[in-house]
């Protein structure tokens, strides 16, 4: 959505309204879209002026009951996502965490340090686990990511925040939230 052709630009807006009239056929309420920073590529003054820019245009197509969340990627922080939602500044946008692409070696920022900055833009959570280097989406208890602090920290901070387990085979990640009684007495 930031790339300098506008044409390109033009693709991207279609592709999305067609993402959101798929949306509202499905009853979905949430889209989960990739912010689109690609580190060396853009400047992250320039890919925030940008972004604004094309959610300001591009936000009053979207239904008031719809939200759009922006899932960092390659982001080494969250600070170019609060800038882009203090700039556009309407409840239609908010922010997916992605907690295992805050622990990839592109992250400057430990993933309990994004939650904060945040919060106020926070609707969706991405939850996995790696070691910090490369985005494997490992399950829950295979990794170095603090996962019981994530989550606490994400459940206190963002109430009404939905999840999304990111494995390959969720069972193993199901068992871990069950045993760290984030299921609420559902056992696997």
Same mark, same amino acid.
């Given at each position: 959505?930031c790339?300098?052709d506008?044409?390109?630009?033009?693709?991207?807006?279609?592709?999305?309204?067609?993402?959101?009239?798929?949306?509202?056929?499905?009853?979905?309420?949430?889209?989960?879209?990739?912010?689109?920073?690609?580190?060396?590529?853009?400047?992250?003054?320039?890919?925030?002026?940008?972004?604004?820019?094309?959610?300001?245009?591009? #936000?009053? !197509?979207?239904?008031?009951? &719809?939200?759009?969340? +922006?899932?960092?990627?390659?982001?080494?922080? /969250?600070?170019?996502?609060?800038?882009?939602?203090?700039?556009?500044?309407?409840?239609?946008?908010?922010?997916?965490?992605?907690?295992?692409?805050?622990?990839?070696?592109?992250?400057?920022?430990?993933p309990?340090?994004?939650?904060?900055?945040?919060?106020?833009?926070?609707?969706?959570?991405?939850?996995?686990?790696?070691?910090g280097?490369?985005?494997?989406?490992?399950? #829950?208890? !295979?990794?170095?990511?603090? &996962?019981?602090?994530? +989550?606490?920290?994400l459940?206190?901070?963002? /109430?009404?925040?939905?999840?999304?387990?990111?494995?390959?085979?969720?069972?193993?990640?199901?068992?871990?939230?069950?045993?760290?009684?984030?299921?609420?007495?559902?056992?696997?």
């Amino acid at each position: 959505l930031c790339v300098i052709d506008p044409l390109v630009r033009d693709i991207v807006a279609r592709r999305y309204c067609k993402t959101m009239c798929m949306a509202r056929r499905l009853t979905v309420k949430r889209i989960v879209i990739h912010d689109g920073y690609v580190p060396f590529v853009y400047f992250p003054e320039w890919f925030v002026e940008q972004s604004v820019a094309f959610w300001q245009g591009f #936000l009053p !197509e979207v239904p008031e009951d &719809m939200t759009i969340a +922006l899932e960092n990627v390659m982001d080494d922080g /969250p600070d170019m996502l609060a800038a882009i939602m203090k700039g556009v500044d309407d409840p239609r946008l908010g922010v997916c965490l992605d907690v295992g692409h805050a622990n990839t070696a592109v992250s400057k920022t430990p993933p309990m340090d994004w939650i904060a900055p945040l919060s106020p833009w926070l609707r969706h959570v991405h939850i996995h686990n790696n070691f910090g280097e490369w985005d494997l989406h490992n399950p #829950l208890g !295979e990794g170095n990511i603090p &996962m019981a602090q994530v +989550l606490d920290q994400l459940l206190t901070a963002c /109430p009404a925040a939905t999840y999304t387990i990111e494995n390959m085979n969720c069972v193993p990640s199901l068992a871990w939230l069950a045993a760290h009684g984030y299921l609420g007495g559902i056992t696997l």
